[in-house]
């Protein structure tokens, strides 16, 4: 089992998990009463699930980062404020570029080149969750 593999089987027991307490919530209630197509739905759905896994990620984090020597420390912030720096740049001469299909393209680089592998995975692994979790009689 290669890495990307088991990314997507970790990834997918915690969205199971996460879905299935998300599926007991009022937000999710309020979410189905919603005017929205089953794929805006979807999305909606991947990406609350998402940020609910993140978190937890984050958290466990800033728990090792809690126990960093100041220097090291000052040394992350600044990469995250460079890897932040870039995504604007990045956003920016995308948005500037004209409406065609290159922009579409240069998007889809955007994304693929500023997401770590395993937040695709992650979100993928989530999004296979979704749909096997959820069908469309679930919305109506």
Known sequence: MNIDELQLNIGEELATAFLNEYKKMEDFERLLARDLTFHDLKTTVVLNIYEKVENMFLIKKITKLEKMDKSMLISHIFQLLQDINSHEKSWYSNFREEENEMKLDLATNSYYGMVPSE??????????????????????
């Open 119 to 140: 937040k695709i995975n992650l979100l993928e692994a989530i999004e296979k969750v979704v749909e096997n979790g959820i069908s469309n009689h679930d919305f109506i």
